[in-house]
């Protein structure tokens, strides 16, 4: 069999489905064909393959090309002074009702330019590639009018041909009410369902679209309606739900079939069976639950005992989680909310791929699958998770290259 090539002498962490906890194989190879993976398994079991190129990976360990499932990467300004006014006591509610939180994200990002919003979203999304990241989703949220939403997006799809890296991109026009909407919530919500998500849509601008369901966001009849037209278009939806109460937000996505709802501190064992009966996937955010400081962890033990797949994903955003690092994440997951090695990396690789849709592209060493891999100076899987402010990555493989 012809392959453009082939990495030998490997350890693998395949994520493969058929194969238990992490689907490891000890004297392994990967063979790759137009940036596609043709073989991948024990090299004793392996074809007769013949590559232009052969590397000799001397023992490290390959992983699935690492995901991240929910990033908030475009956007102008930080939030630095909020750091402080939480440290000197201040809750996000508090900081949001004062004009603050993701309303003074929005008046920086709407006052930047395509081209300032691009150079100041490559950083953070240069900070996950070095780490191993092959896909990454980005969100819009912080113009909240049609020209900024469009704006955001369209730097997504910029940033696409800026690096080698899958992107989706994500609309979220409902992640806040804007200023001209103050007291009237349901007419923002008119906008998004009449012009912003039908433009996004008909640019083909977005993958997907989302939408924060809380008590300083939006009720779940409010959701509802967004959900109606993204279905309408022909859109998965995903939700942020239950991070600071419980709305009921997870259950009416599970019946719109979402990808995935995130955040789930406050997710009940009524919202837990919505899930596992859907299917969704629950995608958790140690980042923002540890920079907020809460105490209420999502219920991970009830997630796993119903058999709810669960990713891990940083939240990188400027006001709660200002996290680019896919390796510290799964820590503080393991740490903070008591997930296994194994939920850590199939976090990150397979069931990320749920979360956005990828299952059958990306995010486990199997035939036909991306060849997107992560190439790695340890001696077990464990130390991805166990280190932190540490980078082991080797290498790192996109479609082949």
């Known amino acids: 069999m012809r392959c453009d090539r082939i990495w030998t002498r490997a350890r693998l962490a395949t994520l493969a489905s058929g194969r238990p906890d992490l689907g490891v194989v000890e004297e392994g190879l990967v063979a790759s064909r137009d940036g596609r993976i043709l073989y991948a398994g024990p090299a004793a079991e392996a074809p007769d ?25 475009v956007h102008a300004g930080d939030r630095a002074a909020e750091f402080e006014l939480r440290l000197a006591g201040a809750s996000y509610e508090e900081i949001a009702r004062s004009g603050g939180g993701i309303l003074s994200t929005v008046r920086a990002t709407r ?4 081209a300032e919003l691009v150079a100041a979203a490559l950083p953070r999304l240069d900070a996950l590639i070095a780490e191993g990241a092959t896909t990454v989703e980005i969100k819009s949220g912080y113009g909240l009018t049609l020209v900024d939403e469009i704006k955001s997006l369209r730097v997504v799809r910029s940033l696409t041909g800026a690096r080698p890296v899958r992107l989706r991109a994500t609309l979220l026009a409902a992640h806040a009410a804007p200023p001209e909407y103050a007291g009237d919530p349901d007419g923002y919500i008119d906008l998004i369902c009449r012009d912003i998500l039908p433009a996004a849509a008909s640019e083909g601008l977005a993958d997907a679209v989302d939408a924060f369901c809380e008590s300083i966001a939006f009720t779940p009849a409010q959701v509802e309606r967004v959900f109606r037209a993204a279905r309408a278009h022909g859109l998965p939806v995903k939700l942020h739900a239950e991070q600071l109460s419980n709305q009921g937000g997870a259950a009416l996505a599970a019946r719109y079939g979402a990808l995935s709802v995130d955040h789930l501190e406050h997710l009940d064992a009524a919202g837990v069976a919505a899930l596992a009966r859907a299917g969704c996937v629950a ?30 994903a940083t939240d990188c955003n400027p006001g709660t989680s200002p996290l680019t690092s896919l390796l510290l994440a799964m820590n503080l997951a393991a740490t903070l909310f008591r997930l296994t090695v194994t939920e850590c990396l199939a976090g990150v690789t397979r069931e990320a791929a749920r979360a956005l849709g990828l299952q ?35 290498a790192r493989i996109w479609a082949g290259q």
Do not use: S
């Open 283 to 312: 995608t958790l955010l140690p980042g923002a639950y540890l920079f907020l400081r809460e105490t209420k962890t999502p219920p991970v033990e009830a997630l796993r005992a119903a058999g709810v797949p669960m990713a891990l």
């Open 360 to 394: 059958d592209e990306t995010g486990a060493l199997e035939a036909g699958k991306a060849c997107d891999l992560a190439i790695w100076d340890i001696e077990r899987p464990a130390e991805l998770v166990y280190r932190m402010g540490f980078n082991p990555l080797h």
């Open 111 to 114: 006052a930047a330019a395509e």
């Open 49 to 73: 393959l013949q590559a232009a190129e052969i590397v000799d990976c001397e023992g490290r360990w390959i992983t699935p090309g690492l995901i991240d499932a929910h990033t908030h990467l």
